[in-house]
């Protein structure tokens, strides 16, 4: 079916990685990511490459795992038992009923495939499995896709995760007929204090997802050929659903987003059509220290370092700020730069999410401030300071949630103001420069060229001014190599004494 569908983009590439850990230490492979991710497309593609009782040689022709030299080698000949533990759950909601079905729905079949095996139990799942081993020496692949649903949807059952865990583990680990385990879930696994019940498994998640980095969702060349191939603009399916950063060059896209777009013809927050905002506003009103004024930050545009390491990889245990941005993390909400150690809100398509659960949580103070930023960018456009100090004077009463005691806490509030600019322009905090960096810089996006630049410098208790000076004999619009053309320079005061901000623009053109 996957196949078969209007969109298809190849990730058998995957396969080459699963192939070079079969029957090695590092057979156990566990791939966690959000949903609308492809785990369960990938999941399926594994079970059609190994399963030996079909031939899908057909159906991988012209794949790109088709030149691998190890194709032909493990193509269709392995036993595969695939499980998906959300179908088991949601005919159950038990964990000992879920176990129970799973052991006999398995038991009849090696029952039938083996049926002249020298069974010494043949009601114990793994007794039978060692015994067809032992006779045949046919190894099993096991796919469990959904491995984590019992964490996301008996949350409390503690008991009952633990009985789960010991299943998995006693069926997988270090066991002989084991030749490839592959998990997919959303969450990694679950830690009990610093270790995990299922530690013989090398986790792949948002976080870190290593080598596996590429099949976490649509790469940029991906996007760009199916942009050429369905007429859209990718510039704009960049912006609404590009973000996920694993360090380096490597950016990811949104598969489920990118595909809507393509099939509808439409930029929008296909997010919420899956998944809706009250699951985000949950997370985000927790009384934990910073974790409200993070959240604004980001909104912002701002970023976070985060420890993910204390995160014990469920739903409900969290210590900290940290264990909640972690999690959103996992789910999808927030990227994750693995070189720096950030949080921020990857795309369009998630900062309307943001938006949706800021409103539905009652922060009707930074709403206020976010509809109003497009009173103040057409000021801006206009040159009309007056109206923009105006306007970030009443941005900062709307986010008086903020220590607002320096400048940090300026830019922050001075982002939000401006949040209706990245519709058309890529907003950069601490631009670099050849002597220093720009507070904010303004970029016009490729379809949105008839817009000026624009660079922000802020002051704390100086004058506006002083930061036009600043823009000036630092040379910051020099810096700007790849942009010419119509630039506004604004700057932005602060004073303590009289709690006024105060703005200057003047216009600047950049020769080529």
């Not at 299922?198 to 080598?211: K, Q, V």
């Not at 943001?354 to 009652?362: D, I, L, M, R």
């Amino acid at each position: 079916m996957a196949l078969n569908s209007k969109i298809y983009v190849d990730k058998s590439g995957l396969i080459s990685y699963t192939n070079s850990v079969l029957k090695t230490e590092q057979r156990f492979v566990c791939v966690s990511r959000p949903r609308r991710f492809g785990k369960s497309m990938a999941a399926n593609m594994l079970t059609a490459y190994y399963e030996k009782d079909i031939d899908s040689s057909e159906m991988f022709q012209g794949l790109s795992i088709s030149q691998d030299d190890m194709f032909k080698k493990h193509l269709n000949k392995y036993n595969v038992i695939f499980l998906n533990i959300q179908t088991f759950l949601s005919r159950t909601h038990d964990i000992m009923k879920l176990r129970s079905m799973i052991e006999k729905s398995l038991l009849r079949d090696l029952m039938k495939v083996y049926p002249d095996i020298d069974y010494l139990d043949q009601s114990d799942l793994i007794s039978s499995l060692m015994d067809i081993y032992g006779e045949t020496s046919d190894p099993f692949i096991f796919i469990i896709d959904e491995w984590d649903c019992i964490f996301r949807e008996n949350r409390e059952d503690a008991k009952g995760q633990k009985i789960y865990l010991d299943f998995i583990r006693n069926l997988l680990k270090d066991q002989s007929y084991v030749a490839l385990a592959y998990m997919t879930g959303i969450l990694p696994i679950k830690k009990y204090g610093s270790h995990s019940a299922l530690n013989m498994f090398d986790e792949f998640s948002m976080t870190n997802p290593g080598p596996l980095a590429a099949f976490t969702g649509f790469t940029e060349w991906e996007v760009r050929v199916l942009c050429e191939q369905y007429k859209m603009d990718f510039f704009e399916i960049q912006r609404w659903y590009d973000g996920y950063c694993f360090g380096g060059d490597t950016h990811i896209y949104s598969p489920r987003s990118v595909v809507s777009a393509m099939l509808t013809g439409n930029y929008d927050n296909f997010w919420n059509k899956t998944e809706t905002f009250e699951a985000l506003r949950n997370y985000i009103v927790m009384n934990y220290k910073g974790l409200k004024d993070t959240v604004v930050n980001l909104l912002a545009g701002g970023r976070k370092t985060v420890n993910t390491n204390t995160f014990s990889n469920d739903m409900t245990t969290f210590q900290s700020a940290d264990d909640v941005l972690t999690l959103l993390v996992h789910l999808g909400y927030l990227g994750y730069d693995f070189i720096s150690r950030e949080v921020f809100i990857p795309n369009s398509e998630i900062s309307s999410e943001f938006c949706n659960a800021v409103e539905s949580a009652g922060w009707d103070m930074v709403v206020k401030s976010i509809e109003q930023s497009k009173k103040i960018l057409a000021a801006t456009w206009n040159m009309d300071s007056e109206t923009v100090a105006m306007g970030l004077s009443e941005s900062h009463m709307e986010t008086s949630i903020l220590a607002y005691n320096d400048e940090n806490a300026l830019s922050c509030v001075i982002s939000l103001a401006y949040y209706s600019a990245r519709e058309y322009y890529q907003c950069i905090r601490e631009f670099p420069s050849g002597k220093g960096y720009a507070d904010i810089v303004f970029l016009p996006r490729q379809n949105h060229l008839d817009k000026p630049g624009m660079i922000v410098e802020l002051k704390w208790n100086h004058s506006s001014e002083s930061a036009i000076s600043q823009i000036k004999e630092r040379r910051y619009a020099k810096s700007l190599e790849n942009y010419s053309g119509k630039l506004l320079l604004v700057g932005i005061n602060y004073s303590t004494k009289t709690k006024v901000h105060e703005c200057v623009i003047e216009e600047y053109y950049k020769e080529p």
